[in-house]
């Protein structure tokens, strides 16, 4: 066959400037690979002899498969090197010509070969006993490495002691940054903001002072304290001097062997200054903090984030926004930090060996040899500044494996690069095969190696422009291989990941960019620094405006069943909307119903959601949100208006339920009292809202809480005032009045003074054409008996919202006094109080009422008034 001939039957063009012909992918590698992964995973959470005893059976297999064909081999050698047996012809006996017979020449061109068969097979079967032996061995290494990382952390006094809850005086290394946990929701508080370290033990006195020389790997707990900014300037490699509690790790199979417990009230005791390298790097992520001192709140916060990983600054409701649209990959590094710098300094792919190559390389005169070695500098200056970490370590493979794309432009090699990557670090750090975002990073670059070329191609084909089929084939590619496993940790999937990842890709290259050469000039000139810093801050803005306009979509997150069941679903969901999509691509009505679907349900217009759901009910007057354990209350005050007593414990929980209710403006928020199960979801009611004014109770207690809800009231600029005892108010159809806290109102009987945050409760008895409202907020029984006291006329109740989420600390006098139609409990799912309690449920349904409560029956709507009161849940 000639040449042209060949050309056509490959079905792609050769020429001179495109040499190279692809062949099939390489997957030779990525079996040991997956071994490796899966035997490290496993024996990280096993015990000692049992990881033994997999290790010792892997590598023995191993062996004796690899053995095998040599085995046969030799076995076929002696048979055909046998002597002829009765007489048989010689004509099968080797020749030096390699050729056999009676008419050979002495040559040994002519004549039969001997047994080819035999011989392709044998070396076919020499082929796959090697690669599972490969595959084998690799296991057996794999689990070997992990079984000596899990023995060091179960070894030692450590584990011991922080059973035992010991107070001890530790030496340790600091491995990581610190970094701050976000505040949760525990019940009616609200747990600090601390500060967490990786370190290691170096070493250990224990509370008898046994001391102890070792190196075990902790987390350092540091509670909030006077020394807090300090503390938060140590540097990896730093010694420390901790006293403290030991305790166990949350969960069995972590990389720590326990949590040091202490407390910043006292700057850190150092031992040991940082090294050199990290005062570098140091230095110089905190000259990028100091360029971009001028710039407005979100790109202050997001521009270290993106360029070496620094997300100390990132408010929660923005890193709630990256997390509902999946951008939160750019808040981490990763490799494609380093890959636009490579692809800056060697230019597109494909490009990097020919003459015609681009990139700022040729332009400096640099050669391929130099051009590579620069390359691998910068590299390693990635790693320092953003420290070694084994997600930095990971970032740096996976940004070389693109590097491997640039130099050569074919990916036929990239796929074993990946799955080598894969293995050498598994086998570095074994902790790695446990770790979600090592596996989204492995997903998405294998997406992006196999899938996106595939997609991007399809796309071309139907008239797509090559750039944009590029963008949106990666993006696709990589949404579909990760969501399943964002479900498992996140129990939702988002409907704008793609279109938001699409609309941010062209800002994060500049950003990124302009980023770095900020870091660059900061040790040499603040101004130049600032300068370049300002820059990046538009395209940075750009991607953070994309993050906060896609999370507020109403429609932006779906929730979906959590779990490894809930992400199987996902993924064949996915691949069957994969398979067909080619012949869905043929009928373009179908496709355009679908786009017109999807923009339905991540807009949901008002009326749309109510045609379809039911909810909310036409003419609600009064809705109890589903916010879990919490109370959060709208009373419908006009078209798109309510005024909203609480919010619950998480912004995102209230603010859908806002949503859905088309509630756009709220005259006044009212705050009963400040517990965190009232007040954390204030964010969500102000994001996006026009709020009149936030009420609140008389008592600033938790003094935390309180402190929360000034800060973020000031920070949107809306005004606060405090509930006056007795105060009556009016806003469209509603009238009510406050009852309690009734200490000083005149003619009212003597009510107790209480120091108490739930006695203080602001209870609001409201009126709504002909609908009576009582809401008693966490009203204990003292209070309760004050209420009655103090209000002696209680008039009957269509609605009671009972006080304590149900608890069983209720005053049977207010329930008979109230004699409530409806009474509505707000409480979590399987929450741990036992809320609602049985005993209260039952007094309710004594005194007539109906009950219902939303961990069954989900948001409760209340329409109607006297015999055509009803309440629908939404369940």
Same mark, same amino acid.
């Given at each position: 066959?000639?040449?042209?001939?060949?050309?056509?039957?490959?079905?792609?063009?050769?020429?001179?400037?495109?040499?190279?012909?692809?062949?099939?992918?390489?997957?030779?590698?990525?079996?040991?690979? =997956?071994?490796?992964? %899966? !035997?490290? $995973?496993? @024996?990280? &959470?096993?015990? #000692?002899?049992? +990881?033994?005893? *997999?290790? /010792?059976?892997?590598?023995?297999?191993?062996?004796?498969?690899?053995?095998?064909?040599?085995?046969?081999?030799?076995?076929?050698?002696?048979?055909?090197?046998?002597?002829?047996?009765?007489?048989?012809?010689?004509?099968?006996?080797?020749?030096?010509?390699?050729?056999?017979?009676?008419?050979?020449?002495?040559?040994?061109?002519?004549?039969?070969?001997?047994?080819?068969?035999?011989?392709?097979?044998?070396?076919?079967?020499?082929?796959?006993?090697?690669?599972?032996?490969?595959? =084998?061995?690799?296991? %057996? !290494?794999? $689990?070997? @490495?992990? &079984?000596?990382? #899990?023995?060091? +952390?179960?070894? *030692?006094? /450590?584990?011991?002691?922080?059973?035992?809850?010991?107070?001890?005086?530790?030496?340790?290394?600091?491995?990581?940054?610190?970094?701050?946990?976000?505040?949760?929701?525990?019940?009616?508080?609200?747990?600090?903001?601390?500060?967490?370290?990786?370190?290691?033990?170096?070493?250990?006195?224990?509370?008898?002072?046994?001391?102890?020389?070792?190196?075990?790997?902790?987390?350092?707990?540091?509670?909030?304290?006077?020394?807090?900014?300090?503390?938060?300037?140590?540097?990896?490699?730093?010694?420390?001097?901790?006293?403290?509690?030991?305790?166990?790790?949350?969960?069995?199979?972590?990389?720590?062997?326990?949590?040091?417990?202490?407390?910043?009230?006292?700057?850190?005791?150092?031992?040991?200054?940082?090294?050199?390298?990290?005062?570098?790097?140091?230095?110089?992520?905190?000259?990028?903090?100091?360029?971009?001192?001028?710039?407005?709140?979100?790109?202050?916060?997001?521009?270290?984030?993106?360029?070496?990983?620094?997300?100390?600054?990132?408010?929660?409701?923005?890193?709630?926004?990256?997390?509902?649209?999946?951008?939160?990959?750019?808040?981490?590094?990763?490799?494609?930090?380093?890959?636009?710098?490579?692809?800056?300094?060697?230019?597109?792919?494909?490009?990097?060996?020919?003459?015609?190559?681009?990139?700022?390389?040729?332009?400096?005169?640099?050669?391929?040899?130099?051009?590579?070695?620069?390359?691998?500098?910068?590299?390693?200056?990635?790693?320092?500044?953003?420290?070694?970490?084994?997600?930095?370590?990971?970032?740096?493979?996976?940004?070389?494996?693109?590097?491997?794309?640039?130099?050569?432009?074919?990916?036929?090699?990239?796929?074993?690069?990946?799955?080598?990557?894969?293995?050498?670090?598994?086998?570095?750090?074994?902790?790695?095969?446990?770790?979600?975002?090592?596996?989204?990073?492995?997903?998405?670059?294998?997406?992006?190696?196999?899938?996106?070329?595939?997609?991007?191609?399809?796309?071309?084909?139907?008239?797509?422009?090559?750039?944009?089929?590029?963008?949106?084939?990666?993006?696709?590619?990589?949404?579909?291989?990760?969501?399943?496993?964002?479900?498992?940790?996140?129990?939702?999937?988002?409907?704008?990941?793609?279109?938001?990842?699409?609309?941010?890709?062209?800002?994060?290259?500049?950003?990124?960019?302009?980023?770095?050469?900020?870091?660059?000039?900061?040790?040499?000139?603040?101004?130049?620094?600032?300068?370049?810093?300002?820059?990046?801050?538009?395209?940075?803005?750009?991607?953070?405006?994309?993050?906060?306009?896609?999370?507020?979509?109403?429609?932006?997150?779906?929730?979906?069943?959590?779990?490894?069941?809930?992400?199987?679903?996902?993924?064949?969901?996915?691949?069957?909307?994969?398979?067909?999509?080619?012949?869905?691509?043929?009928?373009?009505?179908?496709?355009?119903?679908?786009?017109?679907?999807?923009?339905?349900?991540?807009?949901?217009?008002?009326?749309?959601?109510?045609?379809?759901?039911?909810?909310?009910?036409?003419?609600?007057?009064?809705?109890?949100?589903?916010?879990?354990?919490?109370?959060?209350?709208?009373?419908?005050?006009?078209?798109?208006?309510?005024?909203?007593?609480?919010?619950?414990?998480?912004?995102?929980?209230?603010?859908?339920?806002?949503?859905?209710?088309?509630?756009?403006?709220?005259?006044?928020?009212?705050?009963?009292?400040?517990?965190?199960?009232?007040?954390?979801?204030?964010?969500?009611?102000?994001?996006?809202?026009?709020?009149?004014?936030?009420?609140?109770?008389?008592?600033?207690?938790?003094?935390?809480?309180?402190?929360?809800?000034?800060?973020?009231?000031?920070?949107?600029?809306?005004?606060?005032?405090?509930?006056?005892?007795?105060?009556?108010?009016?806003?469209?159809?509603?009238?009510?009045?406050?009852?309690?806290?009734?200490?000083?109102?005149?003619?009212?009987?003597?009510?107790?003074?209480?120091?108490?945050?739930?006695?203080?409760?602001?209870?609001?008895?409201?009126?709504?054409?002909?609908?009576?409202?009582?809401?008693?907020?966490?009203?204990?029984?003292?209070?309760?008996?004050?209420?009655?006291?103090?209000?002696?006329?209680?008039?009957?109740?269509?609605?009671?919202?009972?006080?304590?989420?149900?608890?069983?600390?209720?005053?049977?006098?207010?329930?008979?006094?109230?004699?409530?139609?409806?009474?509505?409990?707000?409480?979590?799912?399987?929450?741990?109080?036992?809320?609602?309690?049985?005993?209260?449920?039952?007094?309710?349904?004594?005194?007539?009422?109906?009950?219902?409560?939303?961990?069954?029956?989900?948001?409760?709507?209340?329409?109607?008034?006297?015999?055509?009161?009803?309440?629908?849940?939404?369940?």
């Amino acid at each position: 066959m000639s040449v042209p001939e060949v050309h056509t039957d490959s079905g792609r063009r050769l020429g001179d400037a495109d040499p190279s012909q692809e062949a099939p992918a390489d997957l030779r590698l990525v079996p040991p690979a =997956l071994a490796t992964w %899966a !035997a490290a $995973a496993l @024996a990280l &959470g096993a015990q #000692g002899r049992w +990881v033994a005893i *997999g290790v /010792v059976l892997c590598a023995c297999a191993g062996l004796g498969v690899l053995a095998l064909p040599r085995v046969a081999a030799r076995a076929h050698h002696r048979e055909d090197t046998a002597d002829p047996v009765d007489g048989a012809a010689p004509e099968h006996r080797s020749h030096p010509g390699g050729r056999t017979g009676p008419g050979a020449d002495p040559g040994g061109r002519t004549g039969p070969v001997v047994r080819p068969e035999p011989a392709r097979r044998s070396r076919r079967a020499g082929t796959r006993a090697t690669a599972v032996a490969g595959v =084998l061995l690799c296991a %057996a !290494a794999g $689990a070997a @490495a992990a &079984g000596l990382h #899990g023995a060091d +952390v179960r070894s *030692g006094p /450590v584990p011991g002691l922080a059973e035992s809850y010991a107070r001890v005086e530790a030496e340790v290394t600091v491995t990581s940054d610190p970094r701050r946990t976000r505040p949760r929701v525990r019940g009616d508080h609200s747990t600090p903001v601390s500060l967490l370290l990786d370190a290691e033990v170096d070493r250990l006195t224990a509370p008898d002072g046994t001391v102890t020389k070792l190196r075990t790997p902790i987390l350092v707990m540091v509670a909030p304290g006077d020394a807090t900014e300090r503390w938060q300037r140590l540097l990896p490699s730093t010694g420390l001097r901790i006293s403290g509690r030991l305790v166990p790790p949350r969960h069995e199979g972590e990389r720590s062997a326990a949590v040091l417990g202490t407390d910043a009230d006292d700057p850190p005791r150092v031992s040991r200054q940082p090294s050199l390298l990290q005062r570098a790097a140091g230095q110089l992520r905190a000259g990028l903090r100091e360029a971009t001192e001028g710039l407005d709140a979100d790109a202050r916060a997001l521009l270290p984030g993106l360029v070496v990983g620094d997300t100390s600054r990132v408010p929660p409701d923005l890193h709630d926004a990256f997390k509902a649209t999946d951008l939160t990959h750019l808040l981490a590094v990763s490799g494609a930090n380093l890959s636009i710098l490579l692809f800056l300094l060697i230019g597109p792919p494909g490009t990097a060996s020919r003459s015609e190559r681009r990139g700022l390389a040729p332009r400096l005169g640099m050669s391929l040899r130099m051009t590579a070695l620069t390359g691998g500098g910068v590299a390693l200056a990635f790693v320092i500044v953003c420290r070694p970490e084994p997600s930095v370590l990971r970032a740096a493979a996976c940004g070389l494996i693109t590097l491997l794309a640039i130099g050569t432009g074919r990916r036929r090699s990239l796929i074993p690069a990946l799955a080598a990557a894969v293995l050498l670090l598994v086998l570095y750090d074994p902790w790695l095969a446990r770790s979600y975002g090592f596996l989204l990073s492995v997903l998405a670059t294998g997406a992006l190696l196999t899938l996106a070329p595939r997609w991007s191609g399809a796309l071309q084909q139907y008239g797509v422009p090559a750039r944009l089929a590029e963008v949106v084939a990666a993006a696709g590619a990589a949404q579909a291989v990760c969501a399943p496993v964002v479900v498992v940790l996140a129990s939702r999937v988002s409907l704008v990941a793609i279109p938001c990842n699409l609309l941010a890709e062209f800002a994060v290259a500049p950003a990124t960019v302009l980023g770095f050469a900020a870091l660059a000039a900061a040790p040499v000139s603040i101004p130049v620094a600032e300068t370049l810093a300002e820059v990046a801050g538009w395209p940075v803005g750009w991607i953070a405006s994309v993050a906060r306009t896609g999370a507020a979509l109403p429609g932006a997150e779906v929730d979906w069943p959590g779990g490894w069941r809930g992400a199987a679903l996902l993924a064949v969901l996915t691949a069957l909307l994969v398979l067909s999509a080619r012949r869905l691509a043929r009928h373009p009505w179908v496709c355009s119903a679908a786009a017109l679907l999807l923009v339905l349900a991540v807009l949901r217009p008002v009326p749309i959601t109510r045609l379809i759901s039911g909810w909310p009910p036409p003419g609600w007057t009064f809705a109890l949100c589903d916010v879990g354990q919490g109370d959060a209350m709208v009373l419908a005050a006009g078209d798109g208006t309510g005024v909203v007593v609480d919010t619950g414990p998480e912004p995102r929980l209230v603010d859908r339920c806002l949503r859905d209710l088309g509630i756009t403006r709220v005259p006044l928020l009212l705050l009963t009292h400040f517990h965190a199960d009232h007040v954390r979801g204030l964010p969500g009611v102000l994001e996006g809202r026009e709020v009149g004014t936030i009420q609140t109770t008389t008592l600033d207690e938790p003094p935390e809480q309180a402190a929360f809800v000034k800060r973020t009231a000031a920070a949107a600029h809306v005004p606060m005032a405090r509930a006056v005892p007795g105060e009556r108010r009016r806003t469209g159809p509603l009238d009510w009045q406050v009852l309690w806290p009734a200490a000083g109102v005149p003619g009212a009987a003597p009510a107790p003074v209480t120091e108490e945050p739930n006695d203080s409760s602001v209870t609001l008895l409201v009126r709504s054409g002909g609908l009576t409202l009582l809401l008693l907020g966490d009203l204990e029984p003292p209070a309760q008996q004050g209420v009655l006291r103090s209000h002696p006329a209680l008039p009957r109740v269509d609605v009671l919202k009972v006080a304590h989420h149900g608890s069983a600390h209720q005053n049977t006098a207010l329930l008979s006094s109230a004699r409530p139609r409806l009474a509505l409990i707000s409480c979590g799912r399987d929450n741990p109080y036992g809320h609602p309690a049985a005993r209260t449920v039952e007094a309710l349904r004594s005194v007539g009422a109906k009950v219902l409560r939303t961990d069954t029956h989900g948001a409760i709507a209340v329409t109607g008034a006297g015999a055509g009161l009803r309440a629908a849940g939404r369940s």
